[in-house]
């Protein structure tokens, strides 16, 4: 008898776990104890998947296509994933092996080699199985042929359980991966290739705040040193450089990923066969001058280390030469080659060198990865990656990339070591677009197709349906302006909900007590100019332009409509109007207080009539002069019939009120109109400073914002207008009287109405919810242009009071979220795509089939 | 929305009986739109005038459209100008007298008499000429009186309102047929859906003026409301003939300008040829719209893989149904295959194709988008052979209908001359190695060269 012990399996914690065993060795129950019942993909389940049938053979192709396809989603979603098949056969066990390697996990065999006997017995107490001992005895047979061959056929472990009561006593645990070392938050001080610069390292490390005593280093409390290899090679002082680096790792104060150089040393350290180039041979005859117990210490170092570290729950991963998402966190020799020498396209340069793909320029992960290799002539962000060899053993300086703080830090070389095979790019004087510009020249479609789900900071997951982007990139593509120069898209307003008064659809009333509800105390009431939507962006010159947001030619600004259009035809028009604006801020000493060389202006741009022209002529003009020249008719024949007492005075009495009514809405839409001959008849009226360099003005108040604006207004009253506002008290009804019969003259001498804000840009109700960041309220003679003439006859305004704000509220707040979303991006330096992603999505929400007239 | 009928036949109210309507009443008739009130504002022996109110509502009007959302639908001047609506209405409100049917006097009613229709606003974007091309080749005298958009903004200019007048000695019943017909012509909409039961309409209300009317073509055209097949059926029937083959109209809006069928084919036999001179087998077609080259590459196995790429979704939408996508025998579906795209965006989907063709497309980008989008096509996408054709500017002073400096659709964001396009093409031929070649599109006139001008550049690969 066999005695009684405890079978231990440690699994990685994602793995392909391949059971291997015959009918009735007990696969099912082994499973079900020791794993999720989601983990545990059987091929009696999925015959009975796609025929009904769990015992179908006639099933088992389509089966195993079904189980294949459910395997390969959970291991490309790092899922540890087990397959309870018999799997006796090479042939059932290879497209496994080849699942595991396309996503570079381990295959695991854990085969139950049972004895027959048992088998046979178990199978006969199950009525649904009804094949002959034979089938097993077969089984049996294949399996214990199989044994020998499963290392060879690619499994990396191979565990055998050979008895009931091995299976019975089994525990099985998991571990991580070593390349997972999510729960290492940092801080950390990231470190580029060394090369044997042991001098400039041990500078680098006091400039970072380490304590540097000999061959001990202590690190300022709290952060870790992370070197990404290459700490051999070419450089004067490679032992002394290992030795740092080896007794902080051995300390615990640093990680160290390999590098190529490393790995080729422990090759030649190992007596392989390596040609003693790049540098191999001063690190050889650098080490032979150490004890000989040296070189097998560096040796079992370099063996040791992972290829590369996910760190900080995902957000970070360093590798010696960058990791692209897909296999990151993963385990396979093609992620070591990758961690190492990045992926070859197989065609060489002109020095003989092999071209690596750029995988940085195609990176759209969400973790930063830091890494080194190539050296380059300065550090510089791409696609939220990185690369921090700056080429120390060749004369440039060794850089550390401090994290989370995503500084740089360099010390520059003492001197050129070695000559680099191929030239490093001098660093270019003339200022010319960053890495992150160049690559941006143009986005790529990719990053805009298909349903897509936007995180914002004010608010989680917001959806861009396929069809809603479909709209939006005809529109985009079609009409606006260079992607480079389109930071913003203003959030549409929802009216206030529909006023208690019978003969009003809109009233102050309502936007106070929504807000007073919301628990804000107090609000900004501003006047509603009644032009066009206009966002500016102006910078302090073109070239100011051209740095900061890496556009070609020297234009200072742009003047664009809320669909992202060019607000002007006129080339010579638009260039005065941004000119006059630059003059205006720096007048102002704007760019002085902001410290900025940008800014971002939400506006109106009056009159109405010089961008809505075609609308207002084929529009609002053309039903005015229809109903004029009828109602005109109508009323003479009316009169004359009367006269002749055949008509109704009823109805002269009607259509005389309908003429009258027509005369108001003409005049309504007059009222927005003049000529513009000369660029001073043009109004602009910004009513948000929306972001300038390193700040989103959203967390200051309206207040702030219309002092910064009068500013502007003040440097030019020609082309600047002023926005008109009053604060008021939600709780005390002389403030809000006072406000309503400030809304009531304005509106009754023609203004189109106000906006209730809350005080502060962004403002959350009681729940935490986020509140309408404003409620327009607009005036009754201006909503005969929206509701058409005769909508304040009764019966048209009880139709039109069942209207809902939802919608167009909901609709609100998402684009608020999403034009803030885009210019924190801007602001922190995102790549354009992702600030282009947000604008986008407000193009695409504006596509949602809301009623336009509120 | 006011239609008077006056005379001044002897007894001028006889009008009464042929309208049906008593001269000294004032009658309301519901209708599926609002309603309709007649009385008369004179009724003397010498004269009578029959006045109709028709009363839109524009709430029950919004309702009948429901569906999608447009300002236009709520502020509309469809209550104000004659339109199908006054069509319908004196179909139900004047019938009998539409018909020529006349219980009391027949015999008036089959007599021409002196008779005015004065419509208060009439809704024609042609102008008053076309008015009076309709209306004077059937024997009327025609009166119009055109009004301004906005007297505060005269620089805003004339309105496409005009009141009417017509008068001639004539039948009541045909006047009211030629109203019935026209007004909705001039007015160029219909607030009804057209199918084929409105051949039948046009074919009995049109018997004995339309077939020898000058505008015949115009007003069949415009009262099926431009749909070609119903158009083309129509004549047909007007000229005995069997149905034409369905065949499709190139583009509405360059259509106007250009002559467009016959100089479209042959910029399509050229890129084609362009394409098949290049040994091309896998090809995109870029900026596709409703599919016409796509066809045309069909139809040539040399062709195996076809990728018809449009920005805009709903041209790829008539191109599949132009194709008949979905009843290609499954081997000729699988080389035809349409998306969206855009040029200015970098699109993976794009590379490793033969050959590209961009069929009058450049001229409707934004001029400071071209950097993108030569990036996008020469260095991303990267075609063996790349074929452009856009418009010769020069030759625009060739088009008689075509104001000079204008271009020719208004979506063209520039047109460029001969020199300009040549310039344009040897620097992206030189900046991403291609070798290019310009050729002429369409009849060569001496001086300002062809019509169209093609681009044919080829990748200079080591």
Known sequence: ?854 | MLLTLSTTHRPATDLGYLLHKHPERTQSFDLPFGGAQVFYTEATAEKCTAAMVLDIDPIALKRRRAGGFELAQYVNDRPYVASSFMSVAIARVYGSALKGQCDEKPDLAMTPIPLQARISALCCRDGAQLIRSLFEPLGYTVTVDSHILDDTFPEWGESPYHTVSIEAQTRLGDLLTHLYVLIPVLDDDKHYYVSDEEIDKLMSRGEGWLNVHPERDLIVERYLKHQHHLKQEALSRLRDEQPAEKEDRPDAGEATVEEELKLYQQRLEAVITALEASGASRVLDLGCGPGRLLEGLLQRPQFVEIVGVDVVHRALERAAANLQLDRLPPRQRQRIQLIQGSLTYRDTRLSGYDAAALVEVIEHLEPSRLPAFERVIFEFARPGTVVITTPNADYNIRWPSLPAGRFRHEDHRFEWTRAEFASWAQTVAQAFSYHVRILPVGPGDPEVGAPTQMAVFSAVDG
Not at chain 1, 323 to 343: C, D, I, N, P
Not at chain 1, 423 to 431: F, G, L
Not at chain 1, 607 to 625: F, N, T
Request: with cysteine; net charge negative; hydrophobic share 40%.
């Open chain 1, 1 to 854: 008898m066999a005695k009684t012990r405890t079978t231990k399996i440690v699994l990685p914690e994602v793995s392909l776990v391949v059971l291997i065993g015959a009918s009735g060795s007990g696969k099912s129950t082994c499973a079900k104890t020791h794993f999720l019942p989601t983990e545990v993909l059987s091929s009696d389940f999925f015959r009975a998947l796609v025929s009904d049938d769990e015992n179908s053979l006639e099933a088992t192709d389509d089966a195993f296509a079904a189980l294949h396809f459910v395997a390969a989603r959970r291991l490309a979603n790092m899922k540890l994933t087990v397959v309870d098949a018999t799997n006796v056969q090479a042939f059932a066990r290879k497209p496994l092996v080849q699942l595991a390697r396309q996503h570079h996990v381990f295959p695991i065999a854990l085969v139950l080699d049972i004895p027959e006997q048992v088998c046979r017995q178990r199978n006969r107490q199950r009525s649904d199985r009804n094949f002959g001992d034979h089938v097993i005895g077969q089984q049996c047979k294949q399996l214990r042929h199989s044994l020998k061959n499963l290392k060879r056929e690619g499994f990396r472990r191979i565990h055998v359980l050979r008895s009931e009561e091995e299976v019975g006593q089994l525990t099985i645990e998991r571990e991580r991966l070593w390349s997972n070392c999510r729960d290492e938050c940092g801080p950390f001080d990231i470190i580029g290739d060394v090369h044997g610069c042991a001098d400039e390292l041990r500078l680098l490390l006091s400039k970072l705040g380490y304590e540097v005593a000999g061959d001990r280093v202590t690190p300022p409390a709290g952060r870790k040193a992370i070197f990404l290899g290459d700490l051999v090679d070419r450089g004067p002082k490679i032992p002394e450089a290992l030795r740092l680096v080896m007794g902080m790792v051995a300390d615990g104060t640093a990680r160290c990923v390999p590098g190529n150089h490393d790995v080729r040393l422990m090759k030649a350290l190992q007596g392989k066969n390596v040609q003693r180039t790049h540098g191999l041979l001063e690190s050889l005859e650098q080490l032979d001058a150490q004890p000989a117990e040296f070189s097998v210490r560096v040796s079992a170092f370099i063996d040791g280390l992972v290829s590369h570290c996910v760190l900080d729950g995902g957000e970070l991963v360093v590798a010696h030469a960058g990791m692209k998402s897909e296999l990151a966190g993963r385990t396979s020799a093609t992620v070591r080659e990758f961690a190492l020498y990045g992926e070859a396209t197989g065609e060489t340069d002109e020095f003989g060198l092999p071209v690596r793909w750029d995988w940085a320029a195609e990176y759209r992960g969400q973790a930063a990865v830091i890494y080194g290799h190539t050296p380059v002539p300065h550090a510089a962000w791409l696609n939220n990656t990185v690369n921090i060899d700056t080429g120390c053993v060749f004369g440039g300086s060794l850089t550390a990339l401090r994290y989370p703080e995503r500084e740089l830090v360099s010390v520059a070389a003492a001197r050129a070591y070695a000559e680099p095979v191929r030239p490093i790019a001098e660093p270019d004087e003339t200022p010319g677009p960053s890495a992150q510009q160049a690559h941006d020249d143009v986005l790529d479609i990719g990053d805009l197709l298909g349903k897509r789900i936007v995180d914002t900071r004010l608010l989680p997951a917001i959806t861009i349906r396929e069809d809603r982007g479909i709209a939006a990139l005809e529109v985009i593509s079609r009409f606006a302006i260079d992607p480079r120069w389109l930071l913003y898209l203003p959030p549409t307003m929802s009216p206030t909900r529909t006023s208690a008064r019978p003969d009003l659809l809109e009233h102050p009333a309502e936007a106070f007590a929504y807000y007073g509800r919301s628990g804000a105390g107090q609000v900004i009431c501003q006047e509603k100019h009644m032009g066009s939507r206009a966002t500016v962006l102006i910078c302090r010159d073109g070239e100011a332009a051209a740095r900061r947001l890496g556009v070609a030619g020297d234009d200072p600004g742009v003047c664009y409509t809320r669909t992202g259009r060019r607000f002007f035809d006129d080339d010579e028009l638009e260039s005065q109007f941004l000119e006059r604006i630059r003059m205006a801020v720096s007048s102002a000493g704007l760019w002085e207080e902001l410290e900025t060389t940008w800014m971002l202006l939400d506006c109106e741009l009056m009159p109405w009539s010089a961008r809505a022209q075609q609308l207002l002529k084929e529009q609002y003009a053309a039903v005015g002069a229809a109903a004029r020249i009828s109602l005109g008719e109508v009323v003479a024949a009316l009169e004359t019939a009367t006269a002749r007492d055949k008509g109704s005075d009823s109805w002269l009495d009607e259509y005389r009120a309908r003429r009258e009514r027509i005369e108001r809405y003409i005049d309504a839409y007059r009222a927005y109109c003049w000529p513009v001959a000369a660029l001073t008849d043009l109004k602009l009226a910004p009513f948000h400073l929306m972001a300038s360099e390193g700040t989103v003005h959203c967390d200051k108040t309206h207040l702030w914002h219309l002092e910064m604006l009068a500013k502007l207004c003040a440097a030019d009253p020609e082309i600047f207008q002023p926005t008109g506002y009053r604060l008021v008290d939600l709780d005390e009804e002389d403030s809000r009287t006072g406000a309503t019969t400030w809304w009531e003259e304005r509106t009754e001498s023609g203004s189109e109405g106000m906006v209730v804000k809350p005080l502060t840009f962004v403002a959350r109700g009681g729940r935490g919810e986020l509140l309408q960041p404003a409620v327009k309220c607009r005036g009754r003679e201006y909503l005969r242009i929206i509701y058409g003439p005769e909508y304040t006859t009764p019966e048209h305004l009880q139709q039109l009071r069942r209207r809902n704000v939802k919608a167009k509220q909901s609709l609100a707040l998402r684009e608020f979220s999403l034009g803030l979303e885009a210019l924190e991006r801007f602001v922190r330096g995102e790549p354009l795509r992702r600030v282009h992603e947000c604008v986008f999505g407000v193009l695409a929400l504006e596509s949602e089939p809301v009623d336009p007239r509120l």
